[in-house]
Nanobody
């Protein structure tokens, strides 16, 4: 499985961005998918995740109500819509595939990782 994240960029506080993660593999619809981020000098942290069908999601408290994860299984793509961005959201964002039905916050449960896309929020 290969994952390609895109859509990052520079945005002002209060703005929006949508990240995309395109996946290879014929069984994409069987994977739980997650988004994580890593700010400079900090540990990588959970942002949110989505189950195989798209009907189940979970989010970190810090982004709940501002970020939305969705997926388009026929297109092998998962999205992260980020609204009302804050400077503290600045980080490299990574998508990950669990290759199981898992879709939670435990990084070790994700087997494949994308290369990351930079999101910078200016104040």
């Amino acid at each position: 499985v290969q994952l390609q994240a895109s859509g990052g960029g520079l945005v002002q506080a209060g703005g929006s961005l949508r990240l995309s993660c395109a996946a290879s593999g014929r069984t994409f619809s069987s994977y739980g998918m997650g988004w994580f981020r890593q700010a400079p000098g900090k540990e990588r942290e959970f942002v949110g995740a989505i189950g195989w069908s798209g009907s189940s999601t979970s989010y970190a408290d810090s982004v709940k109500g501002r970020f939305t994860i969705s997926r388009d299984n026929p297109k092998n793509t998962v999205y992260l819509q980020m609204n009302n961005l804050k400077p503290e959201d600045t980080a490299v964002y990574y998508c990950a595939a669990a290759i199981t039905l898992y879709y939670g916050s435990i990084q070790e449960r994700y087997k494949y990782w994308g290369q990351g896309t930079q999101v910078t929020v200016s104040s």
